[in-house]
């Protein structure tokens, strides 16, 4: 007998399997490229800066590669996903089962939330020998944690439907993704700001993911943390809305 969920798992089964098959490329990489932003920015700054008072810099930096490792993989699963999937023409494949676009969109989510938090867990992994990093509040990391893969899986589902082509993809990459991620917060405090570019940081939704989570490791942060789980809040059920309301609508999927 089958369940009405077997499709669903089906497809989350063959999105883990994905990027699981290639883990040295899809995990191992972006753990090895976090590394050595660990050791660069540690090795010049660690002795001449300090945050919050008296948290060392590089405690302060892990955090924030952890959750920048884990955003930009998010996107990466779905996105490369579903481009790969519409040039090859194997789509048709995943469109054809008796599948509600609410599962399609489940097991796209569900399983870019994965990738980065094995990537996550990976980069926390191998900070340990370089920072003794305190954990304040463990269920803050883990809100911030899923509700920040959540969002960017969802961005790589919405990125993966539009784009007709590779460049297109890393044009969104390249011009969204990376800067928001850069610029929010993973390599310094806001208020190493000037006023004005602390305002502009308000508008980054990408700063409040990593603002919260960098708060459940030193129970500090720079905006509250409810302040930040609202934002956060907002923007996955916006673009959860966005992304199902395409997927119903069958936008650039089906003819």
């Known amino acids: 007998m089958h369940d009405g969920l077997t499709g669903f798992r089906t497809l989350l089964y063959k999105e883990v399997l994905r990027f699981w098959k290639v883990s040295f490329q899809t995990v191992g990489a972006p753990v090895l490229n976090a590394l050595l932003y660990l050791l660069i920015f540690s090795h010049v700054l660690d002795r001449h800066v300090t945050v919050y008072g008296d948290v060392a810099y590089t405690a302060f930096l892990v955090p924030g590669l952890v959750m920048m490792?884990?955003?930009?993989?998010?996107?990466?699963?779905?996105?490369?996903?579903?481009?790969?999937?519409?040039?090859?023409?194997?789509?048709?494949?995943?469109?054809?089962?008796?599948?509600?676009?609410?599962?399609?969109?489940?097991?796209?989510?569900?399983?870019?939330?994965?990738?980065?938090?094995?990537?996550?867990?990976?980069?926390?992994?191998v900070s340990i020998p370089f920072v003794d990093l305190p954990m304040a509040a463990p269920a803050w990391i883990f809100a911030f944690g899923l509700m920040g893969g959540?969002?960017?899986?969802?961005?790589?589902?919405?990125?993966?439907?539009?784009?007709d082509k590779f460049d297109q993809l890393a044009g969104f990459q390249n011009f969204l993704i990376m800067p928001l991620t850069m610029l929010s917060?993973?390599?310094?405090?806001?208020?190493?700001?000037?006023?004005?570019?602390?305002?502009?940081?308000?508008?980054?939704?990408?700063?409040?993911?990593?603002?919260?989570?960098?708060?459940?490791?030193?129970?500090?942060?720079?905006?509250?943390?409810?302040?930040?789980l609202a934002v956060v809040g907002v923007c996955f059920v916006f673009l959860a809305v966005l992304t199902l309301a395409m997927l119903a609508r069958?936008?650039?999927?089906r003819a």
């Open 185 to 228: 917060g993973v390599f310094y405090s806001i208020h190493s700001l000037p006023e004005f570019w602390q305002k502009v940081s308000h508008i980054n939704p990408f700063f409040f993911m990593i603002d919260g989570f960098r708060y459940g490791f030193f129970g500090q942060s720079d905006v509250s943390p409810w302040l930040s």
């Open 150 to 163: 959540a969002i960017l899986g969802s961005l790589g589902v919405i990125a993966g439907i539009w784009a």
């Open 69 to 125: 490792s884990l955003l930009q993989n998010s996107f990466a699963n779905s996105s490369s996903s579903l481009i790969q999937s519409k040039i090859t023409g194997n789509i048709i494949f995943v469109l054809l089962p008796p599948l509600s676009y609410r599962e399609f969109y489940a097991a796209y989510v569900i399983a870019s939330m994965l990738r980065g938090l094995f990537v996550g867990c990976g980069v926390l992994l």
């Open 250 to 253: 069958g936008y650039k999927l």
